[in-house]
């Protein structure tokens, strides 16, 4: 009888720290599990906004920079770049830029919201290649005496105006693609984030 109360308190006890064990090794083979389907600091960092200070970058140059694993192209407009966009508009496919490839507060014909600062996805809208710049006008950029200033995709010859624009008769079918961004002060765009009250 009292072998029969031990044996009982013996089988519970085993089932008990049985379990336990069973219960801890489940945990300790999920957590490895859930952490691998979290994003990597990584994968947060590329997807985080990203602060540009531009108060260095002079009239006519470009910055670039990535962000979510794009290549952003940041342009500081001449006078004489900026008075090109009303003049190649017969050149261009979608002049008005009645696609959704910009923000509404971009939708204007700088295709920005300061008038000198093209901030732009520098990714041609055919294949994904990425256009290099071509800011020379006319004869000299090797693209035409009616050339008017801005990218060219090498892989397969689309051309873009410098506002993104793209040309009429290439393969890319869309305007390049400003992404959500905003001033933080007068010299740092944040790329990533609308301006406040912006969808």
């Not at 990584?42 to 694993?69: D, T």
């Not at 995709?153 to 051309?159: E, I, L, N, T």
Request: hydrophobic share 35%; proline share 8%.
């Amino acid at each position: 009888m009292a072998e029969d109360h031990v044996d009982k308190h013996r089988r519970r006890f085993l089932t008990a720290v049985t379990t336990g064990v069973g219960a801890v090794g489940g945990i300790a083979a999920a957590v490895p599990f859930v952490v691998s389907m979290t994003p990597s600091a990584r994968a947060k960092a590329e997807g985080a906004p990203v602060r540009l200070e531009i108060g260095k970058l002079e009239a006519g140059q470009m910055l670039r920079e990535q962000w979510r694993g794009q290549p952003i192209f940041v342009v500081n407009r001449t006078k004489a770049m900026l008075d090109s966009l009303d003049k190649d508009t017969d050149l261009l496919l979608d002049p008005k830029s009645t696609t959704d490839q910009q923000p509404s507060y971009a939708d204007n014909k700088y295709r920005s919201i300061k008038p000198e600062y093209l901030v732009v996805v520098g990714v041609c809208t055919h294949l994904g290649c990425v256009p290099v710049q071509k800011f020379t006008m006319g004869s000299d950029s090797g693209l035409g005496a009616d050339w008017p200033g801005g990218f060219f995709c090498p892989c397969h010859g689309s051309k873009y105006d410098l506002s993104g624009r793209v040309f009429k008769n290439v393969p890319a079918p869309l305007n390049l693609q400003i992404p959500p961004y905003r001033f933080e002060t007068d010299t740092t765009v944040v790329v990533g984030e609308n301006p406040k009250g912006e969808a």
